[in-house]
């Protein structure tokens, strides 16, 4: 991105608000993430309570319209905590703890069942296509692997991401950017991987309680601070992922744990899962 259109962008948000006001989408579980296809929206829930961690099959996937219509709440249930979501080739991925499970996208019957190695504390959170494979955040290992969804098989890109969250990819860059949460839940900042240059932490990037992150335009990314665990109104920043350059969006609304949000680049709208109050918010992104 050119420096005059980085001030540019820089300038409308910082200085307007949202151009109407959200729909918001009532009813979730924990609402974790969401991903957009060209006819629907998916949304992981992680239960009744907001437990990461519980191994107790009451997670499920919500499957809505594009306008924020529900069409099925229940589309995919039988899962513990599912989080991140992400399609590839007609297969909607989802990250649920210790293994990344597949979904045909029209039977919505379970096609892929992979575990993550290892015998020590795991949390799978993010899943990101790069290419015809898979990128996956472990927040306590503070890992990126890669997954390949014809073998099942891991293989560990990066470790020293400290609570490894949220991921995106940015083919012409060819390198992915990831947002920390902290391996304590602690907070932390954000970092960048590449195939050819391998780790580095964005320098003056910021740092908090940092989850969801997408890709704006070829050197900007917005990602979610919740600032912390309890339940407070959050933030999503625009960064410069060249220098760490930070503008903080004004949404003209509140957004609280604001989770692994999708973007909508042909509308210019972002949807954002709030986990602690059960729902996920439909919002335009400040223009001029």
Do not use: C
């Not at 296509?129 to 293989?155: C, E, F, I, K, Q």
């Not at 860059?173 to 240059?197: C, H, K, L």
Request: no cysteine; glycine share 10%.
């Amino acid at each position: 991105m050119s420096l005059s259109n980085w001030l540019t962008l820089g300038a409308v948000l910082a200085g307007s608000a949202a151009a109407a006001s959200p729909v918001t989408i009532e009813g979730f579980a924990t609402p974790e993430s969401v991903v957009l296809t060209d006819t629907a929206a998916f949304v992981s829930n992680i239960g009744a309570q907001l437990d990461p961690f519980s191994h107790d099959g009451d997670g499920f996937i919500s499957k809505l319209g594009l306008d924020g219509s529900v069409a099925n709440l229940h589309a995919i249930n039988g899962l513990d905590s599912p989080k991140g979501l992400t399609v590839l080739n007609g297969t909607l991925y989802v990250a649920d703890i210790d293994r990344i499970l597949g979904f045909d996208l029209t039977t919505m019957a379970q096609v892929f069942n992979a575990q993550v190695p290892g015998d020590a504390p795991m949390l799978l959170n993010a899943i990101e296509p790069m290419g015809d494979t898979l990128l996956v955040s472990d927040t306590l290992r503070s890992t990126l692997y890669s997954l390949a969804p014809d073998t099942g098989t891991y293989t560990e890109l990066a470790t020293g991401i400290d609570g490894a969250n949220g991921i995106t990819w940015n083919a012409e860059q060819n390198a992915a950017t990831i947002a920390g949460v902290g391996a304590d839940f602690g907070g932390s900042t954000m970092y960048r991987w590449s195939p050819t240059e391998g780790l580095s932490q964005i320098p003056d990037a910021p740092f908090g309680f940092l989850d969801g992150i997408v890709t704006l335009d070829d050197q900007t990314v917005l990602v979610s601070d919740w600032h912390q665990f309890d339940p407070v109104p959050g933030d999503i920043y625009a960064v410069n992922t060249a220098n760490g350059e930070t503008k903080q969006l004004d949404l003209g609304t509140t957004v609280r744990a604001p989770a692994d949000f999708a973007y909508d680049a042909a509308n210019g709208k972002i949807w954002v899962p709030q986990m602690h109050d059960g729902r996920v918010s439909i919002i335009d992104l400040p223009t001029e």
